[in-house]
């Protein structure tokens, strides 16, 4: 094994012995930039270095997602500070790596069926979920069966994730020990086994300022999450949990889109303090569900969010562009047509309070007719957090509910959303 002997920390050393130890399924949770993602990464060389032609996954929600962060960041800073000498052939079209000894590091997204028939094509000894909340639990499941490779190794997964809600199926599955979909305790509790790192034991990796200035500017409940690792209740009086968004989450929309709207809520001053820009894209499908495609949403000058609203619009070839009015007035509109002149607009305006104006969106959720093609986080985090009486404006929320309201006061099948 090509080792250079880089300095553990404490916490990554005890997550070692973790990894290694009896447990099948192991979950590495805890607060961004706290070392998850490299030690696992490590742990998986060293299982492939162990033994020759072993096959090993590294899965995301997004096949460019785990492209960008593990293919091309983490693991080459892992192999740069821990195996300097190791040398490995690419093969870029399908996503993998041969190591010396003939071992396979793959690569894969679960967002897509092709992708998905891709990874179960073959058998793994090792298959490691990077950000395991954003993907679904059927997922996962389907991706377990074929962690089947006959090799000396012991069959071991492999997880990580910022925690999201108590009921977020990894919380249920690690901590609560119950199985996600029945809700029975699980058969064999000891193979599953979970571990709380968080940035402040891996500060000598990081670079100066990190803790006491970037993770500073979060809210409470951001704070919880990515600085402390804490798994978050259900807020009460909120009119979202996690579980809701997580039971109708999709991988992709449907082909037959009726409609499709991108709902702005403008922020019309920019500054340090100003607010953001929420900007949400949500279509309507033949099937009369409604799905949620993208979340722009920025802070920036008026002229900066109004480009991306017209891209938005442009990509997702809306039907039409819904803003509320209520602070920027005629400026909202002018801003857009001076960057698309035949941009399909419609002003509204709020005459009703957050939560009142929400709860019809609400109850499409409830009634499981509301779909996530994806995970966006900070539009979930403001959905789960906010209710009536808080300070601060949920922009993303505001506009999620401005296109949601435009997609559901039209019933019919065409493609033409009225005024």
């Known amino acids: 094994m090509i080792e250079h002997g880089f300095q553990k920390t404490a916490s990554q050393l005890q997550a070692l012995k973790l990894l290694g130890g009896r447990s099948r399924f192991v979950l590495l949770f805890g607060g961004s930039r706290s070392g998850k993602s490299f030690i696992l990464i490590y742990a998986l060389l060293v299982r492939a270095m162990r033994e020759p032609g072993s096959r090993h996954a590294i899965l995301r929600f997004r096949a460019n997602a785990v492209r960008q962060s593990i293919r091309l960041d983490t693991l080459p800073k892992v192999i740069a500070l821990a195996f300097p000498r190791l040398k490995f052939k690419e093969a870029r079209t399908d996503q993998y790596i041969t190591l010396p ?37 059927p997922a996962v499941n389907t991706a377990l069966s074929r962690l089947a490779q006959r090799t000396k190794l012991v069959n071991r997964a492999y ?21 996600p979909e ?45 600085q402390e690792g804490v ?15 997580e039971r109708n989450r999709r991988a992709a929309a449907p082909a037959d889109l ?19 820009t929420g900007i949400v894209t949500a279509a309507r499908g ?38 509320e009015v209520n602070n920027g007035g005629e400026l909202v509109e002018s801003l857009l047509r001076s960057l698309e002149f035949d941009l399909s ?17 609400a109850a499409l959720y409830e009634s499981g007719r509301v779909h996530h093609i994806g995970r966006f ?19 993303r929320l505001d506009a999620l509910v401005w296109a949601l309201t435009a997609l559901s006061e039209r019933s019919g099948a065409t493609r033409l959303i009225t005024a």
């Open 101 to 137: 000894n003939g071992s396979e590091i793959w690569f894969g997204g679960l967002d897509t069926d092709e992708r998905l028939d891709k990874i179960l094509g073959k058998e793994f000894a090792t298959i490691y979920f990077n950000e395991c909340s954003e993907i679904s639990y």
């Open 159 to 179: 997880f990580d994730c910022n925690p999201a809600g108590k009921s977020h199926w990894s919380y249920k599955l690690f901590v609560e020990h119950i199985d």
């Open 182 to 226: 029945s809700g029975l305790p699980l058969a064999f509790p000891a193979n599953y086994a979970a571990m709380l790192m968080n940035p402040a034991a891996n500060r000598e990796n990081l670079p100066p300022g990190y803790l006491e200035e970037t993770l500073a500017g979060l809210t409470e409940r951001q704070r919880l999450r990515f």
């Open 231 to 245: 798994w978050l209740d259900d807020t009460p009086g909120a009119l979202w949990n996690f579980e809701i968004i």
């Open 258 to 276: 009726s409609a499709v709207a991108v709902g702005v809520d403008p922020a019309v001053t920019s500054g340090r303090d100003s607010d953001a």
């Open 286 to 323: 033949g099937d009369g569900d409604y799905y949620v495609l993208d979340d722009a949403s920025m802070a920036g000058k008026p002229a900066e969010w109004a480009r991306r609203v017209v891209e938005v619009y442009k990509r997702f070839q809306a039907d039409r562009v819904v803003a």
């Open 345 to 361: 607009y419609r002003a509204v305006r709020a005459s009703r309070g957050k939560i009142a104006r929400a709860e019809p969106a």
């Open 377 to 395: 986080r900070e539009l979930e985090d403001e959905m789960t957090s906010y209710k009536a009486g808080d300070p601060d404006s949920p922009d």
